[in-house]
Structure formats: C-alpha cells, structure tokens
C-alpha cells in the first residue's frame, strides 16, 4: 500500500531525473538574458508539447493545437534533418543570421558551429512552451552562453531595433534568413509580423550606415568650417526645460500640410511653433512668426529656405554644427548651436560642453529633440507625411518651387516637376498603408525616417500626437485631427516666454585658433608616422617568406605605432574624413575572422588591408591639416572684424 502511495505522490513531479539539463539550461540563460529565462521558467511543462525519443535515439517534438499535430523534428533523426536545413544556408560571409523558429535547438546549434565566430544568431519563437520543452529534452547550455545567440518571443519593434543597432554595419557585410517550416506552421502571423520587423531593420541599417559612410568627411568639412559660429553661439543648456507641459507644434512640408496649414494661427502664442526649415518662409507668410525653426542639412540649396527673411525676425535658429555655412550668414534671427563631440574635439582645451541633442536624420527629428529638450507635452506633428500623399513629395508654395520655376509653363507644372522627383524613385518605392489603413507610396530614405521616428515614439515620455491628416501610419503617435489638437491642447496663451538669447560672443576666436594650431601640429606627426609606416608594411607584403626580416620591420612598426597613440585623440578626428576606408576596414577584419584560412594567407590579408588603410590615413591627415588652415584664417578673420566693429 505504502509503495502505491509513493508511486502516485504528485510531489514526485517536482524531482528532475538525474540526467536532466533543464537546471544547467536555466543558469545558462538566466546570465545571457534574465527576461527570457524568467518566461521560460514560468510556463508550465508539457500541455501542446510532446516530446519523444526519435528512431535515432535524439529527442523529436510535436506541437499538439486543437485536435492538429505539428511535428516539428523528424521521428527519426532529427540531427541529421537540422543538419540538412542549416547547410542550406551559406554562411561564409554572414555576419548576422535571422533564423525562424527554435524548435529543439538542432538547427540552431548547428548554425553556431559552422558560421564565423563573428556571426550573430537572432532566433523569433513566438511559443514559450516550445523553448520550455526544448530545455527539459535537450543539453543548450553552450548555445545560451554562446553570447551569438538572441531569442525574441514578442514582435516589439523596439527591443528589437535595440538588440540589432549594435550589428548594423556588420549586416552590410552579409546577412542571411533561414526558416525552420515547421515553426512557421505553427505561429505564422507572428513569424509574418517577425519577418516585417526585419525587413524594416535592414532597410533602416543600410540607409544608415550608407549615410554614414557618404556623408562621414561632408559632415566634418562643413562643422570646421561652422566653428566661428560654434565658439560663439550660447548653449542650448539655456532652453531646457524651458517650456515644460506646454504643447509644441512641429511644421514639416508634407503635402498634406495644405489641408490645414490655415488653422495654425490659432494656435500662434498657444503653442510652440517648431518650424523646419523649408516651412518657415511659408509660415511667416501666413502671419505665423515661429519660435523655433530647425536646419541640419548640408546642402546649399537649404540656404533658398533664409532668403528674403525679414530683419526684425525673432525665430531661432536651432542648428546642428554640420549644416551649411550659409544659413548662419542669411538668417537675421537668433541662432544656436547643438553640442557636437567633432567640434568640442577640435577646440578641446576650451571645454566648451555644449548641451547636445540626439543625432537626428532630418529637420523633423531634430525638432522633436528639441521640443522634447524644451519640455513640451503634447508633440503635435502637422505636415510629416513621409510618403506621397496625393502624388506630391511637398506641400505647395515651399522654396523647391523657386528652384524649379524657370522649367514651369503651359506644358510643365508644379504637379509634374512633384510627380518626376517621386517618379525618379521607382528603384526604391514601396507601398506601406497611410494613417487610415490605405495604400500610398514611400520610398527607402523616408521609410528609414519613419523607422527613427517610431523608435523615438517608443522612447519618449511626451504624448506624442500626429495631426497630419495624411502620410503613414506612424506606430507611437496617436492619429487626431489638427482641429481636435487646437481644441484640447492649444486653447490656453503660452505661460512663459523663450528664455533671452544673449547673442554671439566673439571673445574666444583667438583661443579657438590656439586649439586648431595644435591639432594641425598633431595631424602633421600622423601624416609623418603614416610615410613612415608605409615602405615597411610594403616591405612585409614582398618578403612574407623571409620572417626574420618580417620580423624586424614589425618591430620598427611597432614603435612608430606606439608614437602614433600619443595622437590618438587627433587620429580619431582624422578618420572622420576616411569613412570609406573605415568601413572597408571594417568589413576585412570581419570576413578574415570568420574565415576558415592558414595563418600565411591571414598574414597576407592583413598587411594588404594595412597598406590601404595607412594610405587612406595619410591622404586624410593632408586634407585635415588643409581644412584646420583654413577654419583657422576665417577665425582671424571673424575675429579682425569684430574688432573694426567695436572701434
């Protein structure tokens, strides 16, 4: 009687059988990704999950689901199956792997093995009992604990553009999907939704990176050329908090701006008016003076946006340090300058610890920024359509008109000069639903700012309201008429004022050419060491086979190395003018670390990778040494008339 008793003790059900790897599978992945783990000890074992010893002898699994069976692994060797589905998927040049469900780990566990040490995994398994199962029947631990390998269960955009933005740029190495079939029988629209966020993501990461890559010297030209402005403009520390509770209103040019643009007089002095750049002159001819107006752009043509500006103008320019010169010599208002780390870099000994803002994509984004640096709540978006509503790419009426005036007449007209530009796109359109669930156009650069917007939503702790009436649907900003927004949120005056700008303090141009005079002199010792380096790395390239000598030019490197790391500072300056080399760079230790090659070939591909990336090194320490002349000449020069106008 005792013996039954013992036989059908429920407690019994909470002793693991002594060759259990549920426990080591736990600890394995409570230190990788704590969150998971508590998930998965969470869920109850068993139910929709049946696990079986295969003919093989390996675990298999089924998936039982009202009435219908999934087995998800083969019933006789399911290694074997795993194995076949992993080598389907080349994975030389891989650096990230998405790979659709998890099963039992056996197609996983291969693709760690055979991919480069490099290479990221990112697992989607929407079933929590499944990964429940496969710890109880499988030994993971070194899978868990691999620190390749990441686990989403939830289609949350934004953890999941958090995990990947550190594996951006390795993506434009190589990335590769592999679906496990199965898994996708079993949660298809979550592995749809999974497939969506991903195609997102690698849109956003080439966009991103591409734009990096393009505009990395164009961005530290123009802020060299800004640091007249940069030195003397005040802090945006100033405005912080500066409006907090109040509502903001962003104008950007979308084309469904039309529609309502009218009804921002009533807000005019109930809000703060945060005008982009290519809205401003259409905004003062409405009778709205802006508080704010952003610009960011490199371009000349954004300097069409401050002509013909009045004089008396109060709005302020917010402008971040890598935009055109000329805007700072056309607006008449008040200008301030965001905090850059490649300025303050340069002028390092000023400690000027200008308040900074986050990196923006657009004059929209850094808008956002700013009113969220300002304090306001709610955020209201008029004219931000990212997309082609209604066949234009503008609203009517912005500068773009003045530039494509002298082509319009009879048989040319601002809708068709609009539809070319969205025409001219075809390559990169893509169909996406607008605010009310109906399909419209965008294109890759603004589905790339869409996805920075929908990120920053994600983020931020302002109600953040889209009043567009047009354009995407944008997830994070609650959809509202710029009617409804003016009634509920832009009814009362505005409680406070900008804070007093100050004006420009030309006072520290000659410290600020001292600074640029020892970066100049940094710059010409790294051109120096480069020369250097050069004919000995050549001379490693054309006698590998003679290792002595080898030898004794890598010691002779050695030492120019170690003189070239008391200019670290200045280096890192430098390579802000060799992006391409950089990511080339990049992208060669990448593939020689996940290649399966012999110590000499590695060799060879290293030297050759240095001797292009010292020349490019080299070449860039010229034209920053060029560049700082110059930057220094104009602050003697803005410094010399400030002088003439004080006398």
């Known amino acids: ?255 469904s701006l039309r529609k309502n643009k009218h009804l921002l007089t009533e807000a005019a002095g109930n809000a703060v008016i945060i005008a982009v750049q290519t809205t401003l002159q259409p905004l003062l001819e409405l009778g709205i003076e802006p508080h704010f107006v952003t610009s960011l752009d490199y371009h000349d043509i954004s300097s069409r946006f401050f002509e013909r500006l009045p004089s008396n103008l109060r709005t302020e320019l917010v402008a971040e340090p890598k935009a055109t010169e000329a805007v700072f010599g056309l607006h008449p208002g008040p200008i301030s300058l965001l905090g850059n780390e490649f300025a303050d870099a340069l002028l390092a000994e000023m400690r000027l610890e200008k308040a900074r803002l986050n990196a923006g994509a657009t004059v929209a984004h850094l808008a956002f920024y700013l009113a969220e640096h300002l304090g306001c709540d709610p955020i209201i978006f008029v004219g931000q359509d990212l997309g082609f509503s209604d066949g234009l790419c503008y609203t009517p009426g912005t500068s773009y008109e003045d530039v494509w005036r002298p082509e319009l007449g009879r048989f040319c007209t601002v809708e068709m000069k609009q539809w070319e530009q969205i025409v001219r796109d075809r390559a990169i359109l893509r169909r996406v639903s607008d605010h009310a669930g109906r399909p419209m156009y965008t294109e890759e650069r603004l589905f790339t700012y869409l996805q920075h917007f929908e990120r920053d939503f994600a983020r931020t702790k302002a109600r953040v309201i889209d009043a567009t009436e047009g354009g995407v649907l944008k997830r994070g900003a609650a959809p509202m008429t710029l009617r409804e927004a003016i009634d509920r949120f832009c009814r009362k005056p505005l409680s406070r004022s900008v804070p007093a700008h100050g004006g420009f303090d030309w006072s520290e141009l000659q410290t600020a050419v001292y600074c640029l005079n020892k970066r100049r002199d940094e710059a010409r010792q790294i051109a120096r060491i480069s020369a250097d380096t050069l004919p000995l790395l050549e001379e490693i390239r054309d006698h590998l086979d003679d290792q002595s000598r080898v030898n004794r030019a890598i010691a002779r490197i050695d030492k120019l190395r170690l003189e070239l790391n008391g200019f670290g500072k200045c280096y890192e300056l430098v390579t802000q003018l060799t992006q391409q080399t950089e990511m080339q760079r990049f992208v060669a230790d990448r593939l020689m670390a996940a290649a399966d090659i012999t110590a000499s070939d590695r060799q060879k591909r290293q030297v050759t990778r240095d001797i292009e990336n010292v020349r490019a090194i080299r070449s860039a320490a010229e034209l920053f040494i060029a560049l700082i002349e110059q930057a220094a000449d104009r602050l003697r020069q803005f410094a010399l008339r400030e002088l003439r106008r004080a006398a």
């Open 1 to 255: 009687m005792l013996k039954m008793r013992a036989a059908v003790d429920p407690s019994t059900r909470f002793i693991l059988p002594i060759d259990s790897p549920l426990v080591a599978n736990l600890a394995a992945l409570w230190a990788s990704d704590p969150a998971l783990a508590e998930k998965v000890e969470r869920t109850q074992s068993g139910g929709v999950c049946v696990v079986a010893p295969s003919k093989a002898g390996p675990p298999t699994l089924a998936w039982n689901d009202n009435d219908r069976q999934f087995q998800l692994h083969s019933r006789y060797n399911p290694m074997e199956e795993a194995g076949r589905l992993a080598d389907s998927v080349d994975t030389t040049d891989k650096l990230v792997l998405f790979i659709h469900g998890f099963g039992l780990g056996y197609h996983v566990e291969r693709l760690l093995e055979k991919s480069g040490r490099e290479t990221q995994l990112f697992v989607f398994e929407p079933r929590i009992e499944i990964l429940r199962a496969a710890v109880e029947a499988r030994d993971l631990a070194a899978v868990f604990s691999s620190r390749r390998v990441t686990i989403f269960t939830d289609p949350d955009k934004a953890a999941f553009f958090a995990a990947l933005m550190p594996h951006a740029a390795a993506m434009q190495v190589g990335y590769a999907t592999l679906r496990h079939p199965p898994s996708m029988q079993v949660a298809r629209s979550e592995h749809s939704a999974f497939e969506a966020l991903t195609q997102e993501f690698t849109a956003y990461a080439k966009t991103s990176v591409s734009t990096l890559v393009i505009n990395g010297r164009r961005t530290a030209e123009n802020i060299i050329r800004n640091l007249p402005w940069y030195v003397a403009a005040p802090s945006l520390s100033r405005l912080s908090g500066a409006f907090v509770g109040e509502p903001a209103i962003i104008v950007s040019a979308g084309p």
